[in-house]
């Protein structure tokens, strides 16, 4: 029953300390909506619709998945396709930061949080556009997929989260497949062996990277956030790149067009729309998509550049994959930090 003096709600809206408890597969969390009809301070639980969840979750694994093929097509050094592939992001998305920074009061426009977040985020995407151009695409794509198990182990130090019983089998589940694929890839693989090494290098860096940006995104708004850490992580990849390659480069047109497709499908679309979901359903639905990135991705390499992995590869990869699920569904849900001013 309504409280004495509440005003009536549309069917099947609840207020926050009333809304009954649902399940969803994939787990979705309600998201809240302010009710202009009555007091401005009350909130209304509206559940996200978990067809819609599904369906931006696809888009987002599709589009983030493009990365990898992208990048083989793009015929400039590693640091010149992560430098443009940001900076080109930072272009994209300015005037909805334009927006959002004249409508925050106008701050600075760097802070120390953001250049170091930045700073990973252009180690990550440099090392790993080498891993995906020196060994092949499934490898590229599997040993990044262990960042989501990293985590919790940067994040000890940086924020002091703990590492729960099922999270320590799941990183021993994805060792267990690491040292399968490494073991044979030493043994009868070494051409690939560089790049694989890099990509699991690269798989820390991108951990770090999340684990940063949660630590100094809590109480900013996200595109304020984003675009100085694009423009921190181009500023990262420029200088790798004049300091090893002698410059900044582009490639001919296909590499021209790769790149651009870089800049808008797995960067500002795909991750764009996962800060996005991020809001309306669980982390662990968003990250989910990493496994599923893999089997997209080993297929493309398999269609378009007759990489066809091992027998001995596919079972590491059933193990690093089971651990990855597992340390993801078994994660627990950090306490929330305070909730910033609607901006």
């Not at 080498?130 to 985590?151: D, E, G, R, S």
């Not at 089997?295 to 059933?318: I, K, Q, Y």
């Amino acid at each position: 029953m309504p409280r004495p003096g509440a005003a009536a709600l549309p069917p099947g809206c609840y207020l926050l300390d009333s809304a009954p408890r649902r399940s969803y597969f994939p787990p979705v969390y309600p998201h809240t909506l302010m009710n202009s009809r009555t007091d401005a301070s009350r909130n209304i639980s509206v559940p996200y619709p978990r067809s819609r969840a599904i369906a931006v979750w696809t888009v987002i694994t599709l589009l983030t998945s493009s990365a990898a093929v992208l990048i083989r097509f793009c015929g400039a050094p590693a640091s010149s396709v992560g430098f443009w592939r940001v900076m080109g992001a930072a272009i994209v998305l300015g005037p909805a930061w334009r927006a959002a920074w004249r409508a925050a009061g106008q701050p600075a426009l760097f802070a120390r949080g953001t250049v170091v977040t930045g700073i990973f985020l252009g180690l990550h995407f440099a090392s790993w556009t080498w891993a995906v151009q020196h060994t092949t695409l499934a490898n590229a794509a599997l040993f990044i997929a262990l960042q989501p198990l990293m985590a919790p182990f940067v994040a000890r130090p940086l924020i002091g989260e703990r590492l729960n019983r099922w999270e320590l089998v799941a990183c021993g589940l994805a060792a267990v497949g690491m040292f399968v694929i490494l073991g044979r890839q030493f043994a009868l693989e070494r051409q690939h062996l560089p790049g694989t090494l890099m990509a699991l290098g690269s798989a820390l860096l991108c951990a770090t990277y999340f684990v940063l940006s949660r630590k100094h995104r809590a109480r900013e708004h996200a595109i304020l956030f984003t675009v100085p850490v694009y423009l921190a992580a181009a500023a990262t990849q420029a200088i790798a790149a004049v300091a090893l390659d002698g410059g900044i480069f582009v490639g001919d047109e296909r590499s021209a067009l790769a790149i651009f497709g870089l800049v808008l499908l797995p960067t500002v679309g795909g991750h764009t729309l996962a800060i996005w979901l991020l809001r309306h359903v669980k982390s662990q639905m968003v990250v989910l998509s990493v496994p599923m990135q893999f089997v997209l991705v080993t297929l493309w390499g398999v269609a378009l550049f007759r990489e066809v992995p091992s027998r001995t590869f596919f079972l590491g990869a059933a193990f690093v994959l089971a651990g990855v699920a597992l340390g993801v569904l078994k994660s627990e849900t950090p306490a929330a930090a305070p909730t910033p001013s609607p901006r």
